[in-house]
Each structure stands twice: as structure tokens, then as C-alpha cells.
Antibody, heavy 122, light 107 residues
Framework: VQLVESGGGLVQPGGSLRLSCIAS????????MSWVRQAPGKGLEWVAN????????KYVDSVKGRFTISRDNAKKSLYVQMNSLRVEDTAVYYC????????????????WGQGVLVTVSS | DIQMTQSPSSLSASVGDRVTITCRAS??????LNWYQQKPGKAPELLIY???SLQSGVPSRFSGSGSGTDFTLTISSLQPEDFATYYC?????????FGGGTKVEIK
């Protein structure tokens, strides 16, 4: 089971960037997927989730209206389109599979990709 | 939003010590609580899910307990590879939230 992110880099405030995550080793279409970020030297922050078929999406308030999570199950790929980027969006962005337990609905992030750095700076 | 508060924020311990980390939720989250370990420059790894279930492949010296608002991660005998930062995370409701982390350092 592996997740590999790409697409990070340096972007100016107000700019856009699209991150990708390619999955392998599991049936991608059967899992919710997430993006989680970590600002330099800081803790973890959940960013967004997407349902198995892409029909349901959830976002943290700070990115609503600016970020869009999407997926392509045929390509086993997860994406996040990030627009109107702010300095405070600077972080390592991780792609993570959402594991779940059917009976009680417990869920968790496992595994995680290696992460990709997004730097928003002028 | 549900706030997750970890304590302590850091601790120093020796190999072989028993270590306990606490996580408190701002409202009841039943057993919707996960624990992760993160080493410098690496992605987090799942240790415990549903408050007390050990993830496959994780050593049995790690254990989790609690329900409602108060949770504990225990390392029964600290090993050199356990020096890392530990995070709790609630999966009860969106937005999913993490504790601020507990850094376990070598004494």
C-alpha cells in the first residue's frame, strides 16, 4: 500500500497550485481519502475528505471556497486544487487513506504519503 | 469544532520508562479517537484507532484507553525508536481535529 504526492512548490500569495496523489496496492475506489497538512514546526491539520465515489466532500473552514478536493478512481488518483493561496497555507501536505470499521463507523488515517511541501511567499 | 488538548506538550524519559500521554476532547467523542507517531521529517503513522485498538504491526508496548472525553496513550517500556512526537485525533465529527502533539525526548 503506497501513496505518492506531487505538485508542490513555491507560489506567490493569491496564486494557485494543484497537488496530486497516486495510490497503489489497494482498491482505491473503496476508500474515502483525505488531505492533511502540517505547517513548518507545527502540528497536524485536517484539510479535506472525499467519499469513495466523489459524491461527498468536506473541508476545514479555513480552506472552504478556495480548495477543491477531487479524485479519479480509474487513475487511482486524488487531487486538491488550491486557489487564492495565502502565506498561512504554507505547509507539507499529506495524502492519506481513510480506514474505517463498518459496525461503529470508526475511521482513521492510514497510510499516509511522504508529503509534499507547498510554500506561499512573495 | 471539537478541541483536542494533549498533555504534556513534551516530556523527557529514559529507555525502559513507562510513558503516559493524555488527550482530552472538548466534548464527548465516545471512542472515536486515534493516536499517531511522527518522527522528524517523516509522515505520521497510525498506532491506535478507536481509542484502544492496536494497528497491525505496531508493538504491543503501545496501548490506548479511555472513552468520552479523556484518553491515554501508554508506552509500557520506552525503546530508542519511540522517541518521536505523538498526536491524538478525533474522528467523531468534521472538522476532524488533532491534539497539539507530545514530543517524547531522551533524558
Amino acid at each position: 500500500v503506497q501513496l505518492v504526492e506531487s505538485g508542490g512548490g513555491l507560489v506567490q500569495p493569491g496564486g494557485s497550485l494543484r497537488l496530486s496523489c497516486i495510490a497503489s496496492g489497494f482498491d482505491f475506489s473503496r476508500f474515502w481519502m483525505s488531505w492533511v497538512r502540517q505547517a513548518p514546526g507545527k502540528g497536524l491539520e485536517w484539510v479535506a475528505n472525499i467519499k469513495e465515489d466523489g459524491s461527498e466532500k468536506k473541508y476545514v473552514d479555513s480552506v472552504k471556497g478556495r480548495f477543491t478536493i477531487s479524485r479519479d478512481n480509474a487513475k487511482k488518483s486524488l487531487y486538491v486544487q488550491m486557489n487564492s493561496l495565502r502565506v498561512e497555507d504554507t505547509a507539507v501536505y499529506y495524502c492519506a487513506r481513510v480506514g474505517h470499521q463498518e459496525v461503529f463507523g470508526y475511521n482513521w488515517f492510514d497510510p499516509w504519503g511522504q508529503g509534499v511541501l507547498v510554500t506561499v511567499s512573495s | 469544532d471539537i478541541q483536542m488538548t494533549q498533555s504534556p506538550s513534551s516530556l523527557s524519559a529514559s529507555v525502559g520508562d513507562r510513558v503516559t500521554i493524555t488527550c482530552r476532547a472538548s466534548q464527548s467523542i465516545s471512542s472515536y479517537l486515534n493516536w499517531y507517531q511522527q518522527k522528524p521529517g517523516k509522515a505520521p503513522e497510525l498506532l491506535i484507532y478507536a481509542a484502544s485498538s492496536l494497528q497491525s504491526g505496531v508493538p504491543s508496548r503501545f496501548s490506548g484507553s479511555g472513552s468520552g472525553t479523556d484518553f491515554t496513550l501508554t508506552i509500557s517500556s520506552l525503546q530508542p525508536e519511540d522517541f518521536a512526537t505523538y498526536y491524538c485525533q478525533q474522528s467523531y465529527t468534521a472538522p476532524l481535529t488533532f491534539g497539539g502533539g507530545t514530543k517524547v525526548e531522551i533524558k
